[in-house]
């Protein structure tokens, strides 16, 4: 292998014929699976790539087992840093994890005896490289793999090398309209396993990976070979305390009247929450616009609280307090009042303000005209309207703005609070590009940060409802099909759903957006034509997880980091959710403190069917067999 340097630029990697360190660097997203033949120790550094000071971050190193060996909070005020790791000894591999969308890069150091294959994001760009970077996969005998690359304004090809028989094979990498579209190459099938070189041509952002065979990258082809990892072990033990509400779970939904022909398909997502956008401009052209929509929607779904976004046309996200964006305010009032039931609507003024505003002070006075609006609005709180704030893009990190440090969620949430807090019913917010399954976690978090904003009531209640009223795994239209059409996706939202409903804190979640639209395909429901729709498979994760939701959050201890669990109560009902993001599989020990109960354990794996499965229990303590990338829930009844 030619020897390469690397610079603070960025070269992906560098390897020397001597027995010097092996450097990974300037990487953005993805795995790095380390088998250590000795004892060593990895070095992780990192410096800015963009908006680092507005952006904490987060990454994992797990074991063999899957447990969580180290990790390393980053503040927003650490651009820079370096961390130092030990690697036992081990037939396992460490699983280092840089999870994307990262706003740093990372340069990861370790001895040239450690094995060390990376596995990198698919679509999304994983690193930022120097010229001439190259590394080595491998497709075993039989195996129909492709070679896929996408164009980030930086690598602009991928030439491939069969050592075999030095068989070469190129791929050019094309810019496309659409995010989600990319450049693959098939590789020829072999009835022996071959080893392939791969070199990137040119620098810049890279973005290259594996389907139909391991996603594994070496920077020596001796290194390359499957990942060794042991079976995970999981105990969870059951507390009685509740700890508070589990939040209703929902999508946001169109802005029309949905086609007979989608019924079935939405009736299977029972929603419980809902968010809309309501354009003022349109309402005030043309009253009771929403009448029958929204109409439809409470009474056919049962809503029990929903969310509006005020707009423009087409979601223009800027609105200013005239007479139009009054007159609109006017007749979403109306159209509220005249619902009836007993549905919360709460009321946001503007779509991710932190990102759309010039700057605070402008919004705020916006946001203080259309509160008082609706506070001298005749019955409007007894129709059950409620103003949320701000509706940020992101809460904890800063939003995608060059001037991202300035404009963090959970800041103007807490300058709105000191100004408007007498008017403000609840805090709303957005949370996107938090694509890692291992970082999920961060839902959990910022769900905490909001309730220390708003504070706890006697009963330990935030003293403002928490919404979490739009979430995907990216924003805008900067999506990946492994992302959103496959049981990734399933996987992706059982843990998020788990997360953020961990502590009893959060009122409503949803998801960004009900069905697939041209621009945006990024719904629970893909549209097959004019009269077809059906469940994708985070719909029916969406399905199977409505199936065993119950009211109340108990206490659960969880020593496992691949595994994420819920324990629910409703009256003498239990439900016990879960998922595997990981893999492997678990071997899953659950202490109840009391009698072995009667129940059902059913699993949801990549087949997207649920299934049901067999546990034993002796003592009180449930135990069952987990398999890798699958969903669970274990329900039974309360002596």
Not at 342 to 368: G, V
């Given at each position: ?314 979601r223009e996200s800027v609105l200013a307090a005239n007479r139009t964006s009054n007159d609109g305010l006017d007749d979403w009032l109306n159209t509220t009042r005249n619902l009836g039931g ?27 005209a259309m509160a008082e609006h609706v506070q001298h609005s005749p019955g409007a709180r007894e129709a059950g309207v409620r103003i949320a704030m701000p509706a940020s893009s992101r809460l ?244």
């Open positions: 292998m030619k020897p390469m340097a690397l610079v603070v630029s960025g070269v992906l990697l560098s390897a020397s014929v001597q027995a010097v360190p092996l450097h990974w660097g300037d990487l953005r997203d993805g795995s790095l699976y380390l088998q250590a033949a000795k004892a060593d120790t990895v070095t992780v550094s990192w410096q800015p790539a963009w908006q680092a000071d507005a952006n904490p971050e987060h990454i994992f190193l797990l074991n063999g087992q899957g447990h969580l060996q180290a990790d390393r909070p980053i503040k927003a005020n650490e651009p820079r840093g370096r961390v130092q790791w030990p690697l036992a000894a081990s037939t396992s591999d460490y699983q280092l994890e840089i999870p994307g969308y990262s706003f740093r890069r990372y340069r990861i150091e370790h001895a040239d005896s450690t094995r060390a294959l990376f596995a990198p994001a698919k679509v999304h760009f994983s690193a930022e490289v120097g010229p001439n970077v190259a590394l080595y996969f491998r497709v075993p005998a039989g195996e129909k793999a492709t070679l896929a690359g996408k164009y980030h304004g930086g690598v602009r090809g991928l030439q491939v090398q069969r050592l075999g028989d030095n068989q070469q094979l190129s791929l050019a990498l094309k810019p496309y309209p659409a995010y989600w579209q990319f450049d693959r190459l098939p590789l020829p099938v072999s009835s022996h396993a071959q080893t392939f070189r791969l070199q990137l041509q040119g620098r810049g952002k890279a973005a290259f990976w594996l389907d139909g065979s391991a996603n594994l990258f070496a920077q020596q082809a001796e290194q390359l070979g499957p990942l060794h990892n042991a079976e995970g072990k999981v105990m969870l033990t059951l507390g009685h305390k509740v700890l508070g509400r589990t939040p209703d779970l929902g999508v946001n939904l169109p802005y029309v009247l949905p086609p007979p022909s989608s019924y079935a398909a939405l009736d299977a997502l029972r929603p419980q929450a809902a968010g809309y956008y309501s354009f003022a401009d349109l309402l005030a052209r043309q009253p009771g616009y929403e009448n029958e929509f929204r109409r439809f929607y409470q009474q056919r779904y049962a809503i029990k609280q929903d969310i509006t976004l005020l707009a423009g046309t087409g007993s549905t919360l609507h709460y009321l946001a003024f503007a779509d991710e303000p932190n990102l759309n505003y010039s700057d605070y002070p402008s919004f705020s006075r916006y946001f203080q904890v990190n800063g939003p995608l703005h060059s001037s991202s440090e300035t404009r963090i969620g959970l800041d103007w949430a807490r300058r709105l609070l000191k100004d408007h807090g007498q008017q403000i019913d609840a805090l709303a917010w957005h949370e996107w590009m938090v694509r890692d399954l291992l970082a999920t976690r961060s839902y959990r978090d910022s769900v905490r940060q909001a309730a220390a904003l708003v504070g706890l009531d006697a009963q330990g209640r935030p003293n403002k409802a928490l919404l979490l009223d739009q979430t995907n795994v990216s924003s805008g239209s900067t999506l990946s099909p492994y992302d959103q059409e496959t049981h990734f996706t399933a996987l992706w939202w059982a843990s998020v759903v788990i997360n953020a409903s961990q502590d009893g804190l959060l009122d409503m979640l949803n998801w960004f957006h009900v069905a697939d639209e041209p621009e945006w395909p990024k719904g629970m429901v893909r549209v097959l034509g004019e009269n077809g729709f059906e469940l994708k498979p985070v719909g029916l994760a969406q399905q199977f997880i409505q199936q065993h939701w119950l009211d109340q959050v108990l206490a659960l201890d969880n020593d496992a980091f691949e595994v994420d669990a819920l324990a629910m109560a409703r009256g003498k009902q239990r439900s016990l959710l879960g998922v595997n993001k990981g893999e492997r599989l678990q071997q899953v020990s659950l202490a109840t403190e009391q009698n072995c109960p009667q129940g059902a354990l059913t699993l949801f794996g990549p087949d997207n069917q649920p299934r049901s499965a067999r546990f034993t229990c002796e003592r009180g303590r449930i135990q069952f067999q987990l398999p890798g990338q699958t969903l669970f829930a274990l329900t039974w009844s309360a002596s």
